[in-house]
């Protein structure tokens, strides 16, 4: 964004104070709803020495000129502030809008005395420049903000929210809402800087869209994304153009695991689902299911599958499908583990790894790249972590970046879920999707996630962002009725209204039933 605020003023002559005044105008019109009305309220304005703090100026003279009592205070280094920031402030000046510069001790006791009293906060203190360690003075001004409980309206991101990692260190800005300036930034997204944002509002400032459409090589799964990823469906197809699906899962204890992601292939559109099982499981399987076929495999124990025999059988039925599902429930024995190294080796057919198919990499990641065709795996931040030998802090501090560079490195397109959920391919590109909700931090949610992806596989080159977005989207209804209680099942029973939703919004729409 840095590099896009100056292609405006250099390559089309936008000035900076252009770009200011509509930051400036927006946080305004964020903040008359978010205090409901402005009118006689006591608003304190944070300010810091950068062109986020001139922003907060900006919103300072709209709150004035609306009948606002506004105070401003001025924090950070008063030689470090920028050229715009210094006409903002003359302004005020003019305007007889009180500022006050927080140099002493003298003024912050003024300040704690307008935070007592003031009916909102706006902050402007820090903006996406910043990272890193917090100096004093900003730490402190924002926890006296935070302190008050009043409702504060963050320029661009939080004050203390790292932008490209939503890293957050002692402290940031407990915001109602935040308003992004120009495009979103990916702390927005990724806690815990994403607890900090609160209602997110995006504006594009009147950037050229040209600078806005430039290949920044990370997207956002949002609607007008998923509109483009499912082709519309033919009247004439049948089961066996919309798509044939192998799932090899379930073990003995983990039976739920193959019912779900099965069934998530079905709902997601695949035509004809077959679920390759443990012999001993058959018979409950075939109960359980009446829509997807089963298909009973050679044991080497009770309800455990590998050896040869096991190999050979899925081999053959590899042949006849579309795409193949290897791992939810599937166990972790040493044998089932070498089965599913040799599956990945052998299987020419588009393939999704899930939970034990993607243990079996733990340690050898690299034979990922030994799969004949570039392999999808779905896992949560700590099967990541430890298929890349490493911890879920660190693969978090950097978790953009560490995903792009694993999918780069293993010739392999990942589905790393977490608050968000990341989709990274092997030429760089990165998709984000900030859809679902803390509901579906539920058992077999990802089985579901990684059944919708395999039953999309015929239907669109862009399966994995697809099954994503239709996830994300089932989970929302799904808590619409249950809330925290909700059950990898009921997301599982939304996935059609997730369709829906989506079909809906190609033709013009945008509701549910």
Not at 36 to 53: E, F, M, Q, T, Y
Not at 76 to 90: A, D, F
Request: aromatic share 4%; net charge negative; glycine share 10%.
């Amino acid at each position: 964004m840095h590099e896009v605020d100056a292609a405006a003023a250099e390559k089309f002559g936008l000035p900076e104070l252009s770009l200011m005044e509509s930051a400036g105008r927006k946080v305004f019109e964020a903040a008359l709803k978010v205090f409901a009305g402005v009118d006689k309220k006591n608003i304190c304005v944070l300010a810091g020495s950068g062109n986020n703090g001139g922003d907060a100026l900006v919103t300072a003279r709209y709150l004035t000129n609306w009948g606002a009592k506004v105070k401003v205070f001025l924090s950070g280094n008063k030689n470090h502030r920028t050229e715009s920031l210094k006409v903002q402030i003359k302004i005020l000046r003019e305007m007889n809008v009180e500022m006050v510069a927080l140099e002493n001790d003298r003024a912050w006791e003024r300040l704690q005395i307008a935070l007592k009293f003031c009916d909102g906060i706006i902050d402007g203190i820090l903006g996406t420049g910043f990272f890193g360690e917090m100096r004093p003075g900003a730490l402190r001004l924002i926890r006296s903000a935070n302190s008050t409980g009043k409702p504060i309206v963050a320029i661009d991101i939080p004050s203390g929210v790292a932008s490209d990692t939503g890293e957050v260190g002692d402290a940031a800005i407990n915001a109602a809402c935040t308003v992004a300036l120009g495009l979103p930034k990916v702390g927005h997204y990724l806690c815990p800087g994403a607890n900090y944002v609160g209602e997110l509002i995006i504006d594009d400032l009147g950037i050229p869209a040209k600078l806005l459409d430039e290949d920044f090589h990370q997207t956002l799964i949002d609607d007008d994304l998923a509109i483009t990823l499912l082709p519309p469906r033919a009247r004439d197809v049948h089961k066996g153009s919309c798509g044939k699906i192998l799932v090899a899962a379930g073990s003995r204890g983990m039976t739920g695991a193959a019912s779900l992601a099965s069934m998530a292939a079905l709902k997601a559109g695949a035509g004809l689902v077959t679920l390759a099982v443990p012999e001993s499981l058959n018979d409950l399987y075939e109960v359980k299911l009446t829509e997807v076929m089963t298909a009973p495999l050679t044991e080497i124990k009770a309800g455990i599958i590998a050896g040869e025999n096991a190999l050979a059988e899925i081999l053959s039925r590899a042949e006849k499908v579309d795409a193949v599902l290897i791992g939810p429930g599937l166990g972790r024995d040493a044998e089932t583990i070498a089965l599913v190294k040799n599956l990945a080796a052998e299987i020419d057919k588009p393939l999704v790894l899930d939970a034990d198919g993607i243990f079996a990499f733990n340690g050898a990641a690299e034979d990922l790249k030994k799969c004949r065709q570039v392999p999808i795996i779905t896992p949560h931040l700590g099967e990541l972590a430890a298929l890349l030998e490493t911890t879920v802090a660190e693969l978090r501090s950097a978790l953009i970046l560490n995903v792009r560079r694993a999918a780069q490195e293993l010739n392999t397109i990942i589905v790393a879920k977490s608050e968000c959920t990341v989709v990274a391919y092997p030429n760089g590109e990165v998709f984000i999707s900030a859809l679902g909700n803390s509901g579906m931090a539920t058992a077999g949610s990802g089985d579901v996630l990684a059944g919708a992806i395999a039953g999309l596989m015929k239907l669109t080159p862009f399966a994995p962002l697809a099954g994503v977005y239709l996830h994300g989207t089932a989970g929302n209804f799904a808590a619409e009725k249950f809330s925290d209680g909700l059950t990898a099942g009921d997301i599982l029973d939304n996935l059609p209204a997730a369709v829906k939703k989506l079909r809906a919004l190609q033709n013009g729409g945008d509701s549910h039933d």
